[in-house]
């Protein structure tokens, strides 16, 4: 959206541009300024991965952030699910019901 109005200010304002978008100057003006953040490969992902194999493919994405947050690693909950989800990382359910037929 933001690319847009650049490509746009070329023949008019921004100002008039953002009205006609109905978005927000200042919204604009923040987004120019942060710039876009490639997405970097990190090795928090092979620390997910381990945690995951430690657990013996059993932990969801809420106990591996747990796992690693108790081994001094701090990160969200749902940065970790995207990691385990990118990597095919999906828990084995266990079967704990024991069904008895009288």
């Known amino acids: 959206m933001h690319r847009c109005i650049t490509t746009l200010t070329e ?5 008039r541009v953002c009205d ?3 978005v927000n100057r200042s919204g604009y003006y923040a987004a120019r300024q942060r710039g876009r953040r490639p997405r970097r ?3 928090l992902g092979q620390r997910v991965k381990e945690a ?3 657990s013996e493919w059993t ?3 809420r106990r591996v952030q747990a796992a690693l947050c108790s081994d001094g690693v701090e990160v969200g909950r749902y940065r970790v699910r995207r990691l385990m989800r990118e990597q095919g990382l ?3 359910e266990e079967d704990t019901h024991d ?3 009288v």
Request: proline share 9%; with cysteine; net charge negative.
């Open 59 to 61: 932990y969801g994405s």
């Open 90 to 92: 999906r828990p084995e």
């Open 20 to 22: 006609l978008l109905e």
């Open 99 to 101: 069904f008895l037929t």
């Open 52 to 54: 995951f194999e430690q």
């Open 41 to 43: 490969p990190c090795a």
């Open 11 to 15: 023949k008019a304002s921004v100002q």
